[in-house]
C-alpha cells in the first residue's frame, strides 16, 4: 500500500481554514452557530446532509456522517469549533484575519482545533470522492463549547442526541505532534486524561479583634494548615499502561534516557526519588513526567478577611485536584477529607466546582495499529508512544460511555517544541499549510485502513 499525498488539496484547504478562523468564536460567548453553518455549505458541495444542534440558541454543533455497509464499528471524527479570547494586542498579526504568510496560516485556533477540524472535514470529502469502500460509518462532529469544559457542545450531545454522536471509536485532539527524539520524531498518541477535582473548603471560626488574637478563633489559621496539610500529602504512586508504554517506548527510542526511565519503569516505590534525580538534569522533563504517575492538589484561590483588625471567621480556598485514570474523584475526596480530621473538621466544609474521573484507553486495539502502520510506513524510523495529558479534552465524555478515543491531530515539528506549544491558547498561533496538507493525508489513510 502506499500513502497518498494530497498536495493538490493545498490552496483549498488553506482558504477552508483561514476562512473558518475569520468566523470569530472565542467562547464565551462561542456563538459556534456561525463555525457550523459555514461547515454545513462547504460539506453541502460535495453531497453531505449534516445536521446542527443547538444546546441553547449560538451554540450549535455539527454532525454529519458517511455511510458504511455495517460490517465494522463505527469512527467519530471529533473537533470542537470554539476558540479561547486572543489580544489581539499581544499578536504580531490580527488573531481573526486568518492571515496566510510564509507558509503558514495564522490566527486563533489554527492550532486548537480549527486546523484539526479542517483535517478531519478534508478526510472525510476526500473518503466520499475517492468512493472508497467504507465499512463502517464515518460521524463527524464539530462541537461547541470544549474550552468550558463541553457542557453546552459534547457533553450535552451525547446526553440529548447520544444515537446520532456516539461511535465505539473516536479520533480527537490531545496528542499527534511529533517530538523529535534523539534524530527521529516521535508521534504521541493521547489516550489517557487525568480527571478533575477542583473544589472548594471553607473554614469557619469565630471573629475578634485583630489586637486581641487570643479572644478569637482565626478562620485564616485554620485555612493555612489546610493548605499546608494538603501540600504535605504524599499520594500513592500508581503507573497507569499509558505510562508503563510511554516510559518503556522512550527507553526504546532515546539512548540518553534509557538509563533512567528503565530504572523508574523497574521501581515504582522510588519514583519519587528517581524523578529528582532526573530533575537534576532535565527539570522539564522530570516535571513532566511526575504529575502522571500520582494525584496531584494545588491550592489555586484562597480569600478570606474583611478589614484590618476584625480576626475572620469565615476564609476559603479552592484545589485544583487531579486524579489518575482508575481512581475515582468521590475516593479522592474521601482520602483528602481524612488528611483534615485532626484540623478541626467540624469547622471545615467542602464544595465540588467540577468533577470527572480520569480515563483511558488500550492501545491494543485496530485503530491504534492503523496509526501505527500508517506512520511507519511514512517514517520508517519514526517512534510512537500513547501519552497521558494532564488536561481533559472532550475524549473523556467518550472514553466514559465505552468509546476508545485517541488525540492524535498529526503533524511534523515546524519549530522548537516548547514555542509551538506556547502558541496554543498563546499568541500568534499558527499551522503550516504543510502540515495541513500531512496531517490530511496521514488522517486519511488511517481512517481508510482502520475502515476498509
Ligand atoms: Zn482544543
Not at 13 to 33: A, K, V, W
Amino acid at each position: 500500500m502506499t500513502i497518498q499525498n494530497f498536495n493538490n488539496i493545498e490552496s483549498e484547504i488553506t482558504s477552508f481554514l483561514s476562512e473558518l478562523i475569520r468566523i470569530n468564536t472565542t467562547n464565551p460567548p462561542g456563538n459556534e452557530i456561525n463555525a457550523a453553518k459555514y461547515i454545513q455549505d462547504f460539506l453541502a458541495r460535495d453531497g453531505f446532509q449534516s445536521e446542527i444542534l443547538e444546546s441553547e440558541p449560538q451554540r450549535g454543533s455539527l454532525i454529519t456522517r458517511l455511510k458504511g455497509t455495517g460490517e465494522k464499528p463505527s469512527l467519530l471524527l471529533l473537533g470542537h469549533l470554539d476558540v479561547v479570547a486572543a489580544n489581539a494586542k499581544e499578536w504580531s498579526v490580527p488573531p481573526f484575519d486568518g492571515l496566510v504568510k510564509d507558509g503558514y496560516v495564522y490566527g486563533r485556533g489554527a492550532y486548537d482545533m480549527k486546523g484539526m477540524v479542517a483535517i478531519e472535514i478534508f478526510t472525510l470529502k476526500l473518503l466520499k470522492q475517492n468512493k472508497i469502500p467504507i465499512k463502517g460509518d464515518i460521524v463527524l462532529a464539530a462541537t461547541a463549547d470544549e474550552e468550558r469544559g463541553g457542557e453546552k457542545g459534547a457533553e450535552w450531545l451525547l446526553r440529548t442526541h447520544k444515537d446520532k454522536v456516539w461511535c465505539p471509536y473516536v479520533i480527537n485532539e490531545g496528542g499527534g505532534l511529533a517530538i523529535p527524539q534523539n534524530g527521529v520524531n516521535v508521534y504521541p498518541v493521547q489516550t489517557a486524561e487525568k480527571g478533575i477535582l477542583w473544589f472548594k473548603v471553607k473554614a469557619k471560626g469565630t471573629p475578634g479583634h485583630g489586637s486581641m488574637p487570643n479572644t478569637a478563633d482565626n478562620a485564616i489559621l485554620r485555612i493555612n494548615k489546610v493548605i499546608a496539610k494538603l501540600d504535605s500529602y504524599k499520594p500513592e504512586i500508581t503507573y497507569v499502561p499509558t505510562l508503563k508504554e510511554y516510559l518503556a517506548e522512550i527507553s526504546l527510542i532515546n539512548p540518553d534516557l534509557k538509563e533512567d526511565f528503565t530504572k523508574l519503569l523497574n521501581n515504582p516505590t522510588q519514583s519519587e526519588q528517581i524523578i529528582d534525580e532526573i530533575a537534576k538534569k532535565d527539570k522539564a522533563l522530570a516535571e513532566e513526567i511526575r504529575p502522571r504517575t500520582k494525584t496531584t492538589i494545588t491550592p489555586t484561590i484562597i480569600s478570606g478577611g474583611v478589614k484590618e483588625n476584625i480576626i475572620p471567621s469565615e476564609a476559603e480556598a479552592v484545589f485544583d485536584c487531579r486524579v489518575l485514570p482508575g481512581q475515582s474523584v468521590e475516593e479522592t475526596l474521601d482520602t483528602i477529607k481524612g488528611l483534615l480530621q485532626d484540623i478541626g473538621f467540624d469547622k471545615l466544609s467542602f464544595e465540588i466546582i467540577q468533577k470527572h474521573d480520569g480515563n483511558e484507553s488500550t492501545t491494543h486495539t485496530p485503530l491504534y495499529s492503523a496509526i501505527t502502520s500508517v506512520l511507519r510506513e511514512l517514517e520508517p524510523n519514526c517512534g510512537i508512544t500513547p501519552t497521558m495529558t494532564t488536561g481533559g479534552t472532550d475524549s473523556h465524555f467518550f472514553r466514559e460511555t465505552g468509546s476508545i478515543a485517541y488525540g492524535f491531530h498529526p503533524m511534523r515539528p515546524d519549530e522548537p517544541i516548547d514555542l509551538l506549544e506556547k502558541r496554543m491558547h498563546g499568541i500568534d498561533e499558527r499551522i503550516t499549510i504543510e502540515n495541513l496538507v500531512f496531517g490530511t493525508s496521514v488522517l486519511y489513510e488511517t481512517v481508510k485502513r482502520f475502515m476498509t
